[in-house]
């Protein structure tokens, strides 16, 4: 027996509207199966099971908008009838009191009690957050009763500025809805996080000597893009100085547990996503280009699951594309580190006593001060810069 | 298979490129402009593109040519030219 429940797909996430089931009661289900479609701010997410077993039963319809932690839907994992257990706390450590019961749509009021509108606990805490007055609101829930979208709706058209803002809506994508929640995380990040910054200037010649020789005998599918070496030297670097890969929770470290690797991709809708690639040391360049491609083109299209936007145990941002030449990297929260890479620029160059002209890349490490010093995250850079040394190794 | 038109390798060029940009208006952009610039596609995109008009045309457009290849008027007459040659 067991729940499926509302993940919680970053540190900030309260809750979700469920937008669709792949499933329904009766279909066996195993472990990584795409089962729900779930929108949040950082679009429709496809939402994977954590449990094997039969369906018993769809406790959320589509359209309901429910917190993190709610039972979305229940499983039968040995035959006998799932057990309603009380609802775990969600990952988020700022969860309100009012979120209500996790086994409670948020649309579902309470039994009225008297003539005025009946209001859901989520609508009520939106309201608050919002700040409008319920009573202005009308109700477009079961009885006319009030429900969080109502509030949205109202706080949407009582904008003054509502004219100067521009459609923020994009395929399914709430733009300004996750710009709050990028703010969110990134104000969390620079309040909390003791940051200290490192950065290195890496020659790149070996790896692009390499990498190009490679690509001329590959055919167009198999193509291997700098990036993808970039990543996995960072992954391997992890190895020597795994300090730097996991999450800083509950007052202490939490070492990660595999290199899960999240790469930061700009929309150009506006935003920034950062999915994770599993087990990047175990994978080979083929294997995490595939994910690569794969990923940002999901990324685009809004296909990303869950685990990836959940699982990330380091980030690394590549703003080589746009032209800069190194990043000052921003932890995502918990994570305990930002690995950034700016553009390839031809510099001039000592080696042996003689100037030549290399290409080269700065690569930075923001790192979390309570977990780590700034001598180990130098090795950590010195590391990453070794193994670009030896491209055919990675 | 017989040679493809302009019109028809224009089309299959919009398309791969509406895979990997599905939010981008595609008769917006300027036909003569870098692409890159126009609809801020980075590496993986770009290399997913190639990877799209390959699938699509059988074309294995190499490193070196992708210069070619960058405004939607320079990668139509150099896949124009490509296809048909290989024909």
Redesign the interface.
């Known amino acids: 027996m067991g729940e499926f429940r509302m993940p919680s797909l970053g540190a900030d996430m309260e809750s979700g509207i469920l937008v669709d089931w792949r499933i329904k009661p009766g279909d066996p289900v195993k472990r990584g199966d795409v089962v729900a479609l779930v929108e949040t701010e950082k679009g429709v997410i496809e939402v994977e099971i954590f449990e094997s077993g039969v369906i018993e039963s769809l406790v959320v319809q589509p359209g309901q908008k429910v917190p993190v932690g709610a039972t979305l839907a229940t499983i039968r994992t040995d035959g006998r009838p799932a057990e309603t257990r009380p609802p775990v706390a969600a990952a988020t450590t700022e969860q309100k009191p009012e979120v209500p019961p996790a086994s409670a749509p948020v649309s579902t009021p309470p039994p009225p009690k008297s003539l005025r509108p009946r209001v859901s606990p989520l609508a009520r805490k939106r309201a608050d957050e919002l700040g409008v007055d319920i009573t202005t609101v009308t109700g477009t829930g079961e009885d006319g009763s009030i429900t969080a979208l109502d509030i949205e709706r109202a706080a949407e058209q009582a904008k003054p500025s509502a004219t100067a803002i521009p459609p923020a809506t ?2 399914g994508l709430d733009l300004n809805a996750m710009r709050r929640v990028i703010a969110a995380s990134m104000a969390r990040s620079k309040r909390e996080i003791p940051h200290y910054y490192l950065n290195s200037t890496i020659d790149m010649r070996c790896a692009l000597d390499w990498l ?1 020789a490679e ?2 005998k590959r ?3 198999k ?1 291997l ?1 700098y ?1 993808a070496l970039l990543i996995r030297a960072v992954a391997l670097a992890i190895h020597e100085v795994p300090e730097v890969n996991g999450f800083w929770l509950e007052g202490g470290f939490k070492p990660g547990d595999g290199i899960h690797v999240g790469v930061a991709i700009s ?3 506006g935003g920034l996503v950062n999915p994770a690639i599993h087990d990047v040391d175990g994978k080979t360049l083929d294997e995490l280009m595939e994910n ?2 794969d990923l ?2 999901r990324a ?2 809004g296909h990303l699951r869950s685990s990836e936007l959940s699982d990330g145990t380091i980030t690394v941002t590549n703003l080589g ?1 746009q032209g800069v030449e190194s990043v000052f990297g921003v932890i995502y929260p918990p994570q305990v580190a930002l690995v950034g890479f700016g553009k390839i620029v031809e510099r001039p160059w000592a080696v042996g006593g003689m100037l030549g002209v290399r290409p080269t890349i700065v690569a930075s490490l923001a790192a979390d001060h309570r977990v780590s010093d700034g001598h180990r995250g130098g090795r950590f850079l010195i590391a990453v810069n070794r193994l670009l040394q030896e491209p055919e190794k990675l | 298979m017989t040679a493809l038109t302009e019109k028809e390798i224009r089309e299959i060029v919009l398309r791969a490129l509406g895979n990997v940009a599905p939010e981008v208006e595609l008769e917006s952009l300027d036909p003569s402009k870098d692409l890159r610039d126009q609809i801020d596609i980075d590496s993986v995109d770009f290399l997913n593109f190639v990877i799209g008009l390959h699938k699509e045309l059988g074309v294995d457009i190499p490193d070196s040519d992708v210069a070619k290849i960058t405004t939607l008027n320079g990668c139509v007459g150099y896949l124009v030219s490509t296809v048909n040659r290989r024909e």
């Open positions: 994009t395929k190009a690509n001329a055919p167009v599918t193509r893009l990036s929309l150009r809708q690569m491609l940002v083109n685009r299209t594309d």
